[in-house]
């Protein structure tokens, strides 16, 4: 069974940074697009950044220019590293992955054929 386990969360005051990572049992023979979202309490569930089967990558425009996404195929991990974290960052940070291509997109939680169980991000002012 294919698991995605985030890890790196925590809390950080608002300027710093944070780096997360999201370990998978996901075929390294396999090519896979794969994503992070966020959830902040009371709000829906946001895509926040993808990453595509060929490297591309797509990000919520909340977060253009102070989040990175990136992948480690050799390592089967995920990583997502937040700097200029502010407030309103705070949030669970998921992972997914999926077979499928995206298109330069983020597509919505549902698509995603595999998801992580979420880490939390708190970011204080």
């Known amino acids: 069974q294919v698991q995605l386990v985030e890890s790196g969360g925590g809390s950080v005051q608002a300027g710093g940074s944070l780096r997360l990572s999201c370990a998978t049992s996901l075929s390294p023979n396999i090519s896979y697009s794969m994503g992070w979202f966020r959830q902040a309490p009371g709000k829906a569930r946001e895509g926040v950044a993808s990453i595509d089967r060929d490297g591309s990558t797509a990000y919520a425009d909340s977060v253009k220019g102070r989040f990175t996404i990136s992948k480690d195929n050799a390592k089967n991990t995920l990583y997502l590293q937040m700097n200029s974290l502010k407030p309103e960052d705070t949030a669970m940070y998921y992972c997914?992955?999926?077979?499928?291509?995206?298109?330069?997109?983020?597509?919505?939680?549902?698509?995603?054929?595999?998801r992580g169980q979420g880490t939390q991000v708190t970011v204080s002012s």
């Open positions: 997914a992955a999926d077979r499928g291509g995206l298109r330069g997109k983020i597509p919505l939680w549902e698509w995603w054929g595999y």
